[in-house]
């Protein structure tokens, strides 16, 4: 039984000639347009190392390990605001962008692409292969869950025809067919310990079938002007034609956390759903443990995306995230970066906010 009642899903018009304003500080001359979407990619290896449009402009461009530059005097040299997307970020930016504070070394990474999204500006504050298509693995589920977000009534019941004893190699919440569960008991199981067959469950449950759910995913790209990702299935196993970058999914992220109670979901640890029968999760995120201020979001993981982690904290009523994908070492990294960023910012004279307000103005219907 789908969920009966939809929020309407906020759609804003493309930004065709004004964008966010740039901020150049001690760096000559402006950084190039927003060029044209991506190439197509169709015919990407799975995993393979394959670079994308390089259509942003990071304010420190993060080493490439084939020779670590002084990066120490690069980031107290430059300080270029990334514009946002030509289809405008939601919600909107509702602040000036953090200032550098004095130029400190940036982390060793092993990253294969990686960047620092200020929440409250939508900036880039560090940046490296960042608008390269990779797969993104599970993190694939920050988009499932906005689209179930967006139909609405969490507390509605699903009946599930998924059986997670036939995914055998897959992280499943412990779904059987016939099982009767909340959409917001199936986020908690798709988020925490990052279900595929919740994935499945919320996809059947919201749109009707996997090919209508992956038609809204698409379209949520769309509508975030994402031109880097494209979806073909709602979990994020992998497909030739199933990619992301790391900015696109900072980007996901940062909506994500703007639409309730998502970001409550983000960042629980332990949940028992409470259906038909119980099923008791834990969370596979490696911060929420024990990084101070840490708030979310995914953690994913396959063999042709190797590690990845959107991770986000907030310190001061300022929130970061972090997106790491294809990185061995993702809960050390991601470690790092945030410790960067808060230790090499300054937010003085910019207002503590978490989230943008929702306005019922910015809520159309569905068409």
């Known amino acids: 039984m789908a969920p009966s009642t939809r929020i309407?899903?906020?759609?804003?018009?493309?930004?065709?000639?004004?964008?966010?304003?740039?901020?150049?500080?001690?760096?000559?001359?402006?950084?190039?347009?927003n060029s044209a979407p991506n190439p197509h990619v169709a015919g990407m290896r799975e995993g393979a190392d394959t670079p994308g449009a390089t259509g942003s402009w990071p304010l420190v461009a993060l080493p490439d390990r084939r020779g670590l530059p002084d990066l120490t005097q690069l980031a107290a040299a430059a300080h270029v605001v990334t514009p946002l997307p030509l289809g405008e970020a939601m919600p909107r930016p509702w602040s000036a962008a953090p200032r550098?504070?004095?130029?400190?070394?940036?982390?060793?990474?092993?990253?294969?692409?990686?960047?620092?999204?200020?929440?409250?500006?939508?900036?880039v504050l560090l940046g490296h292969h960042e608008r390269r298509p990779l797969p993104p693995a599970s993190l694939t589920k920050i988009a499932t869950a906005i689209?179930?977000?967006?139909?609405?009534?969490?507390?509605?019941?699903?009946?599930?025809d998924v059986d997670s004893r036939d995914m055998t190699t897959s992280s499943v919440m412990g779904l059987l067919p016939g099982d009767r569960f909340t959409l917001r008991d199936l986020l908690y199981g798709l988020m925490l310990p990052s279900g595929n067959d919740a994935a499945l469950a919320i996809a059947r449950g919201v749109s009707g079938s996997d090919a209508l759910f992956v038609h809204e995913l698409n379209d949520l790209a769309r509508r975030l002007g994402l031109t880097e990702t494209h979806f073909e299935n709602p979990h994020g196993l992998s497909s030739r034609r199933h990619y992301s970058s790391a900015y696109d999914l900072a980007i996901i992220a940062r909506y994500y956390m703007s639409l309730d109670p998502l970001p409550e979901i983000a960042a629980t640890t332990d949940w028992t759903a409470s259906g038909s029968r119980?099923?008791?999760?834990?969370?596979?995120?490696?911060?929420?443990?024990?990084?101070?201020?840490?708030?979310?979001?995914?953690?994913?993981?396959?063999?042709?995306a190797g590690q990845t982690f959107v991770?986000?904290?907030?310190?001061?009523?300022?929130?970061?995230?972090?997106?790491?994908?294809?990185?061995?070492?993702?809960?050390?990294?991601?470690?790092?970066?945030?410790?960067?960023?808060?230790a090499s910012y300054t937010w003085d004279g910019v207002a503590p906010r978490t989230a943008a307000p929702l306005e019922d103005g910015d809520r159309e219907p569905d068409g």
């Open 8 to 33: 309407h899903r906020r759609q804003y018009p493309a930004l065709l000639g004004a964008l966010v304003a740039l901020s150049i500080v001690g760096s000559a001359g402006a950084p190039p347009s």
């Open 100 to 123: 550098l504070r004095a130029p400190r070394a940036v982390p060793d990474l092993s990253a294969r692409a990686a960047v620092i999204v200020d929440e409250a500006s939508g900036a």
């Open 311 to 342: 991770a986000s904290a907030t310190r001061d009523g300022h929130r970061l995230y972090v997106v790491l994908l294809h990185d061995s070492q993702r809960a050390a990294d991601a470690r790092a970066l945030l410790d960067w960023a808060f």
């Open 278 to 304: 119980e099923i008791e999760m834990t969370t596979l995120n490696p911060l929420l443990a024990d990084y101070e201020g840490a708030d979310g979001v995914k953690t994913g993981y396959t063999e042709s």
């Open 147 to 160: 689209i179930a977000a967006e139909h609405g009534d969490l507390d509605a019941e699903i009946e599930t």
